[in-house]
């Protein structure tokens, strides 16, 4: 058997082995956010900015009708 370090914010912390996520892009956004936010903290940045910041993130997600994964720099134009 083969021991994996556990790092912190590892995704195999999070997930059950040999169970699919139900939404996997959203669950990945959503964890991307979550992440970003915990980084934003460790900067002991003021929460009003942090969530204003996520806003932005979510609100960008919903116009551009995609993940960031796939954002373009047309989109960013648009």
């Known amino acids: 058997m083969e021991i994996v370090?556990?790092?912190?914010?590892?995704?195999?912390?999070h997930l059950a082995d040999g169970i699919p996520l139900l939404r996997p892009e959203e669950q990945m956004f959503t964890a991307m956010l979550d992440g970003w936010r915990n980084q934003q903290l460790a900067r002991n940045l003021a929460l009003a900015t942090?969530?204003?910041r996520e806003r932005a993130a979510r609100a960008f997600a919903v116009?551009?009708?995609?993940?960031?994964w796939l954002w373009t720099a047309a989109?960013?134009?648009?």
């Not at 116009?63 to 960031?68: E, I, K, L």
């Open 5 to 13: 370090p556990r790092t912190p914010g590892a995704a195999r912390l």
């Open 63 to 68: 116009h551009a009708d995609a993940f960031p």
């Open 75 to 78: 989109l960013l134009d648009e």
């Open 50 to 52: 942090i969530a204003a």
